[in-house]
């Protein structure tokens, strides 16, 4: 089946860059997704990304998607504490009866 | 517009015993998928449900089941409990199959 991978763990400092990235293996994906998890809650839908674009911005958001290479990756800008969060990736056909596949994970840590 | 609503918020079974869980999807989204999510296996998709119909179903034993309603509420039946039935079970909308989803807050179910 079809795979999305993320690294498990991200530590970075209040203030810096966070880049968070994913790699996925279906060629036809058609919408690549982001999703933050917080402590006790559900997924809550970040951005996401068409498969026919490279980049997308929103605010403190930057999604880069490296089509070629299966390789999605999301910046967040002046990171701060309360970015502190699980950050899912996710991939799907859109429509139909495809069911988006989630990564594992990668659990972002913001140190003051 | 509110959001997804999962409720009970957590529920403490005993193993053998049998739970329901219910979900009211975002006005107007037609399409309602559940997920486990734990530790170890990350999140696992369990069935969606479009318009009354279950249209995709994950890999999970018989003992896992649901349905959806006219007005798009849907629950989950899990009978004859296991221990590693232990997990947070996700709810999420979306208004068309494939399409981006909207979590609730899930339910936290402990087998004991």
Same mark, same amino acid.
């Given at each position: 089946?079809?795979?999305?991978?993320?690294?498990?763990?991200?530590?970075?400092?209040?203030?810096?860059?966070?880049?968070?990235?994913?790699?996925? /293996?279906?060629?036809?994906?058609?919408?690549? =997704?982001?999703?933050?998890?917080?402590? #006790?809650? @559900?997924?809550?839908?970040? %951005?996401?990304?068409?498969?026919?674009?490279?980049?997308?911005?929103?605010?403190?958001?930057?999604?880069?998607?490296?089509?070629?290479?299966?390789?999605?990756?999301?910046?967040?800008?002046? /990171?701060?504490?309360?970015?502190?969060?699980? =950050?899912?990736?996710?991939?799907?056909? #859109?429509? @139909?009866?495809?069911?988006? %596949?989630?990564?594992?994970?990668?659990?972002?840590?913001?140190?003051? | 517009?509110?959001?997804?609503?999962?409720?009970?918020?957590?529920?403490?079974?005993?193993?053998?015993?049998?739970?329901?869980?219910?979900?009211?999807?975002?006005?107007?989204?037609?399409?309602?998928?559940?997920?486990?999510?734990?530790?170890?296996?990350?999140?696992?998709?369990?069935?969606?449900?479009?318009?009354?119909?279950?249209?995709?179903?994950?890999?999970?034993?018989?003992?896992?089941?649901?349905?959806?309603?006219?007005?798009?509420?849907?629950?989950?039946?899990?009978?004859?409990?296991?221990?590693?039935?232990?997990?947070?079970?996700?709810?999420?909308?979306?208004?068309?199959?494939?399409?981006?989803?909207?979590?609730?807050?899930?339910?936290?179910?402990?087998?004991?």
């Amino acid at each position: 089946g079809e795979d999305v991978e993320q690294s498990l763990f991200l530590s970075v400092r209040e203030g810096d860059s966070s880049v968070i990235n994913c790699t996925y /293996t279906d060629s036809s994906s058609t919408y690549l =997704y982001w999703y933050k998890q917080e402590p #006790g809650a @559900g997924l809550q839908l970040l %951005t996401y990304i068409f498969s026919n674009m490279d980049m997308k911005q929103d605010q403190r958001l930057t999604v880069l998607l490296n089509k070629k290479d299966k390789h999605l990756s999301l910046r967040i800008a002046d /990171t701060q504490t309360g970015d502190s969060a699980i =950050y899912f990736c996710a991939e799907s056909m #859109g429509g @139909g009866s495809y069911i988006p %596949t989630f990564g594992r994970g990668t659990s972002l840590i913001v140190h003051p | 517009k509110a959001g997804v609503t999962q409720t009970p918020r957590y529920l403490i079974k005993t193993r053998g015993q049998q739970v329901t869980l219910s979900c009211s999807p975002i006005s107007g989204h037609r399409s309602v998928s559940w997920y486990q999510q734990t530790p170890g296996q990350g999140l696992q998709f369990l069935f969606e449900y479009f318009s009354e119909t279950q249209r995709n179903k994950g890999n999970f034993p018989g003992r896992f089941s649901g349905r959806q309603f006219s007005n798009s509420r849907s629950e989950m039946n899990v009978s004859t409990l296991e221990l590693g039935d232990s997990a947070l079970y996700l709810c999420a909308s979306s208004l068309e199959q494939g399409e981006k989803l909207f979590f609730g807050s899930g339910t936290q179910l402990s087998v004991l």
